[in-house]
């Protein structure tokens, strides 16, 4: 193994867990989301997956964490930064990148990699075909990362990275607090460090007290076939509303703000789940006639494809 890559590893392991929901919460959302795919949509997700995966859809849900490193480019798909302490998105104002270049954002990828998956499974000579496995990936780890209320944070403050506080007794920042922290500070707590338990507790609840959501949770106007764009709102408005609220830089988050904002954590989860079968069962439809380039777009704007290199 040559030097760079023992170097690519090294600094990978020193991250902190800051790029997105943490591994728990995006296997949780995929296995979740494998639950309630139709059974085109669950013979198609198993035909697109790598050998390694096993037919498991949550066993590559980090695989765009994992890659970020080696593709850089993707870095600014995994977020959306809005103005600080307005508390709403707007697609055309928002999904850019640093330098300005237009739909590469978190929602932007979402029409993107929909789009590609559209085409290749529509258009056997399309020349996406080759992607198709890279674009479920990374579409199944984006719908989980818009759902994160501070993946679409404020600028000012790099979606709260740039908050310093106290989880507890450990120094961190707000936004690793929302990404992994509370997670497992929940698996400790209640499901005595069992992920399976969490995932069926809010598996429970989607088909019990959140029946009704989760009916909505799983639509999308004007037959569209993905709409990041409400989810993004959701994002902020909650974390204007939860994430922000009483956390400022210094400040020692305990059981009050844990307890107080665990219940979003989960809710988020269960949607991001429930959104992204949906999504996928509308991408691979028995039905593709209904479906068309058209039903990707929301409001009139352009899901440019985002190369991958």
């Not at 760079?4 to 090294?10: G, H, K, R, S, V």
Request: contains cysteine; aromatic residues 10%; hydrophobic residues 40%.
């Amino acid at each position: 193994m040559g030097m760079l890559t023992y170097t690519a590893i090294y600094f990978l392991l020193l991250l902190p867990s800051v790029f997105s929901w943490g591994k728990e919460g995006h296997f949780a959302i995929c296995k979740i989301a494998q639950g309630f795919l139709t059974k085109d949509a669950l013979t198609a997700v198993k035909a697109l997956l790598p050998e390694y995966a096993d037919g498991d859809l949550a066993a590559v849900c980090s695989w765009a964490d994992e890659v970020r490193f080696h593709m850089r480019w993707s870095s600014p798909l995994h977020y959306v930064d809005t103005p600080d302490f307005r508390c709403n998105y707007k697609y055309c104002r928002d999904c850019h990148d640093s330098v300005g270049r237009k739909d590469r954002c978190v929602t932007g990828a979402i029409y993107n990699y929909t789009e590609q998956l559209l085409l290749g499974v529509h258009d056997l000579d399309s020349k996406m075909n080759n992607n198709l496995t890279e674009a479920l990936m990374f579409l199944s780890h984006f719908v989980g990362d818009v759902h994160q209320p501070l993946h679409v944070g404020f600028l000012g403050d790099e979606g709260g990275n740039t908050i310093t506080v106290r989880w507890y007794r450990r120094k961190t920042n707000l936004h690793h607090v929302w990404d992994t922290m509370m997670i497992e500070s929940s698996l400790k707590t209640f499901y005595n460090s069992d992920l399976s338990s969490l995932i069926q507790s809010i598996q429970s609840n989607i088909t019990g007290i959140w029946l009704t959501d989760s009916l909505s949770w799983r639509n999308c106007t004007a037959d569209q076939v993905a709409c990041p764009d409400p989810y993004a709102s959701e994002s902020i408005e909650l974390a204007c509303k939860f994430a922000y609220r009483n956390a400022t830089p210094g400040t020692t988050l305990g059981d009050e703000y844990f307890l107080s904002r665990l219940p979003v954590v989960e809710k988020r989860l269960a949607q991001a789940g429930v959104r992204l079968a949906a999504t996928l069962n509308r991408i691979f439809t028995s039905k593709p006639s209904n479906l068309t380039r058209l039903n990707v777009h929301n409001g009139g704007h352009s899901s440019n494809n985002i190369e991958i290199v």
